[in-house]
């Protein structure tokens, strides 16, 4: 059995920053990060400007070996964790090697969710998540001229490639941009809701995302939810996927599928173990399980937001970092307050959009919104009363990056907006204002 100080379970944002963090305020101790992944600690969130040739392979890693050598970090990788004894502080994983620790942070993040339809076990079936998932999706769309298919909907051979992505997201966004990059000539995506990103965006800022994306060549089926995955006909033993098919009885002939529907982290490990789990691992405010010496950072935590006053879960890369930082601090004596705002910026083709805070109508008093589709730009503000102030509390901003800073500014630091309020609205009104 091996013995360390701290041990880390998750080698990514969180994970590493925590055990970077720790290192340096606690020079002597000893310091173990359990990974499933092969790879040191790469950034994912430049695994979409990887599919789209924008960056190097090279350039997506973060850490070399060299890194946990001379920081005397331990990183065991392609290795999951199968169990958790939180009364012996003892955590065994799949190769049988066991490990017995003084403090315990999980930061396991997330994995895709799978769509489970008859023929989901098909080739050139993809998700987007480590950077084996990038490799094998570039692989997929550059392997050579679309076979010959028996199904009448599929491209003879020399014809265009196709391409079909499931579920309107972010990861959606990126498929799209990684086919055509790499040579996919037409691209369907296919959401089962009335309209693309409609759990998070209102109709008009979908119409915007929707015609950025025909501009570029991408079609958008609404209402359409697969049935199954059908392979092409005569390629035995080798089962390809060829057709999509939706409950409504469309089909859709492809080379490549994406498969973008949500994320999920595995906590089955975790069995038995007493640690209190939601719809994520919940923790305090200080990033602090339900057991002692066993905290828990990142898209698997599910933390009491001291500026929304509500508990809240963050899945995206800044966040982890921060909370990695945070929680490394507290697990080495220095008890640190996680006091964060999310927020997520990206681009897709020429079309820019941010998530600030708390997106939820149910949870916001108001929403106020600027813009329109015909000027091409939406942005939507999330207003609620928190201890007698009137509040930002979120925002969802399309092609509008000039109104990121402010925004972000107003919620991170609770600014009552009630002098302003009226004026929300206004497309004169300088956002810059709320925060002069």
């Known amino acids: ?15 590493t920053t925590a055990a970077e963090v720790i290192r340096g305020l606690t020079p002597n101790s000893s310091i173990t990060i359990i990974t499933d992944e092969p790879h040191e600690e790469y950034s994912r969130v430049l695994l979409p400007q990887y599919i789209t040739h924008k960056v190097t392979r090279e350039t997506l890693f973060l850490k070399k070996t060299l890194w946990y050598e001379e920081n005397k970090i331990e990183l065991v990788k392609g290795a999951r964790v199968v169990s958790l004894d939180s009364k012996t502080h003892r955590l065994k994983n799949e190769r049988g090697e ?37 490799d094998r999706f570039i692989e997929t769309c550059k392997s050579g001229p679309s076979r010959l298919r028996v199904h009448p909907e599929g491209s003879p051979r020399g014809a265009s490639k196709k391409g079909v992505i499931v579920g309107g997201g972010l ?38 995302i929707k015609s950025e994306l025909e501009k570029n060549g991408v079609r958008v089926v609404a209402g359409e939810e697969v049935e199954k995955f059908e392979p092409i006909a005569g390629l035995h ?22 498969v973008g529907i949500g994320i999920k982290s595995d906590f089955s490990w975790l069995e038995g173990s007493g640690i209190k789990i939601d719809k994520a691992i919940v923790t305090n405010e200080y990033l602090e399980t339900s057991l002692p010496d066993i905290y828990a950072a990142g898209d698997c935590a599910q933390f009491h937001d001291v500026i929304f006053e509500r508990e809240h879960i963050m899945g995206n890369w800044a ?35 941010s998530f600030l805070g708390v997106t939820d109508e149910k949870f916001a008093d108001e929403v106020v919104e600027r813009g329109t589709f015909e000027a091409g730009k939406k942005t939507r503000i999330f207003i609620k009363t928190i201890g007698g102030l009137m509040r930002i509390v979120g925002a969802t901003i399309i092609n509008d990056p000039a109104e990121v800073s402010p925004l972000t500014s107003a919620v991170k630091k609770k600014i009552d907006i009630s002098a302003h309020y009226k004026k929300l609205g206004e497309p004169e009104f300088n956002m810059k204002d709320l925060i002069a």
């Open 1 to 15: 059995m091996k013995r360390t100080d701290f041990l880390i379970v998750g080698g990514s944002a969180a994970g």
């Open 319 to 353: 966040n982890a970092t921060s909370q990695g930082a945070a929680v490394a601090r507290t697990m080495s004596g220095v008890k640190t307050l996680f006091e964060s705002a999310s927020s997520y910026s990206d681009t897709f083709f020429e079309g820019k959009y």
């Open 237 to 258: 033993p080798v089962r390809v996927v060829g057709v999509v098919k939706t409950k409504s009885g469309k089909t859709f002939g492809c080379d490549v599928v994406g």
């Open 171 to 208: 990861v959606s966004l990126d498929f799209a941009e990684g086919m055509k990059a790499n040579g996919i000539g037409e691209v369907t995506i296919l959401v089962r809701e009335p309209y693309y990103w409609a759990g998070k965006l209102d109709f008009d800022s979908s119409r915007i």
């Open 98 to 134: 066991e490990y017995q620790f003084g403090k315990l942070l999980i930061a396991v993040g997330g994995y895709p969710l799978k769509l489970s339809v008859p023929g989901d076990d098909l080739e050139n079936i993809h998700y987007l998540r480590t950077l084996e998932d990038a």
